[in-house]
């Protein structure tokens, strides 16, 4: 097969990676992709959200399967253009259908969607430029701290969780009146806040069956002990050691199942990966979000567990034959640090040349914001290269990854050396 992958970061990389190693693919493609991408595919310089061009470079290339890393075209709505179009619509796409893909597009249509189908989350209301004052009050009503939620896509960081009333109050205006993430904030959720530990739930479906992968749990915050401005990820785990056998059975029985049986009675075409971002609460599972996607670094944890071939796997998703797939999972435990550029998430420099990764032994550097100029490797965005190692232990695994971290240099580089301090 002719397979081509779309987005440029670590999850992407990691999927080519899995996707390379596979007899059934016989020419890998990755747009735009980066330095580690290049490794191991051709890249090609087109935007995720560039359909036109996606579509020209699919009959060029004789691309028989697309694979959607990222949510921007999923909830722009790739796979209805490939299915609308006669000249693709032979071609598999991976990933949801728009309508489905508002899971991840909007946090209320997610909301309705949870509640509708009795699956355990956060009480909420949503509000509008129309009614913030309504939004101050129902914010009175709640404990501290509060939590803030742009309804739209703003990469990973349109989720505010606040102390104080006055200063909830003034965000709420900030993202509704002043429009703080744009058109993302033009609609904010407002939730009650669950107090526990966060993990992550990683589900296959082909729209009739599913199958489980790997829990992970991510880093969000830049700062040591969970501190600091939120990130796209500084890190995560895999397998999440507090997630026993009897806590995985609620939540496919209580999360999971609701929600494949919820898309199929919402008519929500889905074929691809469902995200289940959950919070441990005493010993209840409960749903904070849904993303359309894998998730980036828990990806780079996750893939390198599964030990099936990725594109039967993918093949199976696309012909609704997932119920013959057995998936297996490599019994040790997986985890990645990310190396960030110096001033992330805030304003950084690109351009810096990334030195010693011909010396990593024992770990594997999944590059996210990493390309090639001029034959060096150099930073091309904020979170620059997951450091993913394996272990007999979580802590084992750690231990190699940060001893590798250490032949490693740009400048202003940053990572957190304290991935899995809560476990």
Same mark, same amino acid.
């Given at each position: ?32 992709g980066n330095s580690g991408t290049e490794e ?17 470079? @699919?009959?060029?290339?004789?691309? &028989? ?7 921007? !075209? ?17 071609? &598999? ?25 009795? %699956?355990? +989350?956060? /009480? =909420? ?10 939004? =101050? ?40 009146? &002043? ?15 669950? *107090? ?17 992968? !790997?829990? /992970? ?41 609701? +929600? ?27 749903? %904070? ?11 780079? @944890? ?20 997932? *119920? ?23 304003? $950084?420099?690109k351009g810096k040349e990334i030195f010693g ?16 100029? *001029? ?17 007999? +232990? $979580? ?19 940053? $990572? ?8």
């Amino acid at each position: 097969m002719t397979i081509l992958i779309l987005g440029s970061g670590g999850r992407e990389h990691t999927f080519a990676w899995k996707t390379a190693q596979s007899p059934l693919c016989k020419k890998l493609y990755v747009a735009p992709g980066n330095s580690g991408t290049e490794e191991v595919a051709e890249n090609l310089a087109i935007g995720v959200t560039d359909f036109s061009s996606i579509k020209k470079v @699919v009959l060029e290339k004789g691309i &028989d399967m697309v694979v959607v890393g990222p949510e921007d !075209p999923l909830v722009e709505g790739i796979h209805d253009f490939f299915l609308n179009d006669k000249d693709l619509m032979h071609v &598999d796409v991976i990933g949801p259908e728009k309508a489905a893909a508002a899971l991840e597009g909007s946090k209320e249509f997610a909301k309705e969607f949870l509640f509708r189908h009795n %699956i355990p +989350t956060a /009480a =909420y209301q949503s509000f509008n430029v129309n009614n913030v004052e309504e939004g =101050y009050a129902f914010l009175e009503t709640l404990k501290p701290p509060y939590v803030l939620k742009a309804d739209g896509l703003a990469a990973g960081k349109g989720v505010l969780i606040l102390k104080d009333i006055t200063q909830a109050k003034s965000e709420l205006k900030s993202m509704l009146v &002043d429009a703080k993430f744009g058109e993302a904030s033009s609609k904010v959720v407002i939730e009650e806040f669950l *107090d526990g530990i966060e993990l992550s739930c990683f589900v296959l479906t082909d729209g009739k069956n599913y199958k489980i992968l !790997p829990t /992970a749990k991510d880093y969000k915050r830049i700062g040591e002990g969970d501190t600091g401005l939120n990130t796209g990820g500084m890190g995560a785990v895999s397998p999440v050691p507090f997630a026993t056998k009897e806590f995985l059975y609620k939540i496919e029985h209580r999360i999971v199942k609701p +929600t494949i049986t919820g898309l199929q009675k919402d008519n929500l075409p889905y074929k691809g990966f469902i995200f289940i971002g959950l919070i441990k609460v005493g010993n209840e599972p409960k749903v %904070i979000e849904y993303n359309v996607r894998m998730g980036d670094p828990e990806t780079e @944890v996750v893939l390198p567990r599964l030990k099936n071939d990725m594109v039967e796997i993918f093949q199976a998703i696309a012909n609704q034959t997932l *119920d013959k797939i057995d998936i297996e999972i490599d019994e040790r435990s997986a985890t990645t640090v990310m190396l960030v550029s110096g001033g992330y998430p805030e304003t $950084y420099e690109k351009g810096k040349e990334i030195f010693g990764i011909e010396k990593i032994e024992g770990s594997i550097p999944f590059h996210a914001g990493a390309n090639l100029k *001029d034959g060096k490797i150099v930073t091309s965005g904020g979170r620059v290269m997951a450091i993913t190692s394996y272990g007999n +232990t $979580y802590e084992e695994a750690l231990k190699k990854s940060y001893q590798n971290i250490e032949k490693l240099h740009f400048d202003k580089m940053y $990572y957190r050396k304290d991935i899995g301090f809560d476990l």
